[in-house]
């Protein structure tokens, strides 16, 4: 079974270009099988990573960035491929 995770935070003010390279350097504890990264209006970052697992494996997943960085927590969803 495929599994994804996404990821999806919104920058602070003027502060998406350091959000985005900030996910590009988190590093999870094991390599999923695919990893893309988006950005999008509003200083949006998503990343989406591939997984072969159980819908409800424990998986690695990137964290939380410093609250300083972003205007809300994280937004998170797992989905598996039909």
Same mark, same amino acid.
């Given at each position: 079974?495929? *599994?994804? #995770?996404?990821?999806? !935070?919104? !920058?602070? @003010?003027?502060?998406?270009? $350091? #959000?985005?390279?900030?996910? &590009?350097?988190? *590093?999870? $504890? %094991? @390599?999923? $099988?695919? %990893?893309?990264?988006? &950005? ?5 970052? +998503? ?10 494996? %424990? +998986?690695? @997943? ?17 989905? $598996?491929?039909?």
């Amino acid at each position: 079974m495929t *599994v994804a #995770l996404m990821w999806e !935070a919104r !920058a602070a @003010e003027g502060r998406g270009e $350091e #959000l985005l390279a900030w996910t &590009r350097d988190q *590093v999870l $504890e %094991r @390599e999923p $099988e695919r %990893r893309e990264t988006f &950005r999008a209006p509003q200083d949006r970052v +998503l990343v989406i990573t591939w997984w072969d697992a159980m819908y409800d494996a %424990r +998986l690695p @997943e990137l964290p939380e960035p410093p609250a300083d960085l972003v205007t809300r927590t994280v937004h998170r969803w797992r989905f $598996e491929a039909v």
